[in-house]
């Protein structure tokens, strides 16, 4: 059986939803690929050159910057999911002027897309806000600075439920990226000068994560529960 790094950056459940799934009922083995996933947030480009990589977004700025020719093979997810959290008192995100914002560095997909929204609603993120750049991890730190009142408003990823932090932490969502901008975020790319467009193991993981996307569209009970497990503070309700 063949191995091929698969990696993904910042913790998000919907870029492992789909490898859970796969992973747990064998389409992997299946393909006679053993796919070992991999957190490649602190990655240099070159290490991730070797891998095949789940963020779209990232692989395409990479491509936009530096000409590296990251091929996109599938796409799983259309819109970003990101969330814009802030405290209760502020009810838009006009009123986030002159406050603290954590978001992600500018040159990492997140924070590129948070610097187009911000601007779009007339904002610029390097003047009417104070910009703190924050590695995602899993967004606990995130909270907690929202709660004690160290930031204004957040970025936060899929691995926190935004209705969740509303109703248990007190938190206002004033906006959900996926409702601004539509860009392929998530899926399988590789760069093909590292890992061709027809080496077999790239080939079986696109056709095993197919596979465990029309099994979660056909049973979707099956995806929710691979959701709750990556999740791990959230109820059944949740």
Do not use: K
């Not at 299946?30 to 050159?49: A, C, F, N």
């Not at 029309?214 to 497990?229: F, S």
């Amino acid at each position: 059986m063949t191995e091929l790094d698969f990696a993904y950056v910042g913790l998000g459940v919907h870029e492992e939803v789909v490898y859970s799934v796969a992973d747990e009922l064998g389409y992997y083995a299946d393909e006679g690929v053993r796919v070992s996933i991999r957190d490649g947030v602190r990655w240099d480009d070159e290490r991730l050159r070797q891998a095949a990589v789940v963020g779209l977004g990232r692989t395409l700025l990479i491509r936009l910057l530096a000409g590296t020719p990251w091929t996109m093979l599938c796409v799983n997810t259309e819109r970003p999911l990101f969330w814009l959290m802030a405290r209760a008192e502020f009810a838009d995100v006009s009123e986030l002027r002159g406050r603290r914002v954590a978001m992600h560095p500018g040159l990492v997909a997140p924070g590129c897309f948070t610097r187009i929204i911000l601007r779009g609603r007339g904002l610029d993120p390097d003047t009417d806000i104070e910009a703190a750049p924050m590695h995602p991890g899993d967004y606990s730190e995130h909270i907690r600075m929202l709660e004690s009142g160290e930031l204004d408003a957040a970025v936060i990823g899929s691995t926190w439920s935004p209705e969740q932090l509303v109703a248990e932490r007190g938190l206002r969502l004033l906006l959900f990226f996926g409702d601004e901008l539509q860009i392929p975020t998530t899926g399988v790319a590789v760069d093909p000068s590292a890992v061709g467009l027809d080496d077999p193991r790239a080939r079986g993981v696109v056709r095993a994560n197919l596979r465990a996307l029309g099994t979660m569209l056909a049973d979707p009970a099956l995806g929710a529960e691979h959701v709750r497990r990556l999740l791990p503070a959230a109820d059944a309700a949740t």
